[in-house]
Nanobody, 120 residues
């Protein structure tokens, strides 16, 4: 069973930087994609950024140029560097990983979510 643990959320002032981390554990053959999503009480969960095994990235338009996703395969960890956050970036951020487990079955795992609040 693949498990994801997120960390790094909290309260940050507009313009300050914040980095989220997501570490996975469990028996996996490969993790093809890691991504960050976010959700507020007023909106559906939306994709913020994703990165595949080749390092190709995709970003939500409103965060492009401010956020950066990366992954450290040796540490089984993905990061979301949030630069110049805005109040509208306030949300619960969820990590997602997709791949094949050790039995070569596909999996899609979610973290528990970490609250990010951008406010002065």
């Amino acid at each position: 069973q693949v498990q994801l643990v997120e960390s790094g959320g909290g309260l940050v002032q507009p313009g300050e930087s914040l980095r989220l981390s997501c570490t996975f554990s469990g028996s996996v053959f490969t993790v093809r994609m890691m991504a960050w999503y976010r959700q507020t009480p007023e909106s559906e969960r939306e994709l913020v950024a994703s990165i595949n095994g080749a390092g190709d990235t995709v970003y939500l338009g409103s965060v492009k140029g401010r956020f950066a996703i990366s992954r450290d395969n040796d540490q089984n960890t993905a990061y979301l560097q949030m630069n110049s956050p805005k109040p509208e970036d306030t949300a619960v951020y969820y990590c997602n990983a997709e791949g094949l487990d050790s039995a070569l079955y596909p999996f899609s795992a979610w973290g528990q979510g970490t609250q990010v609040t951008v406010s002065s």
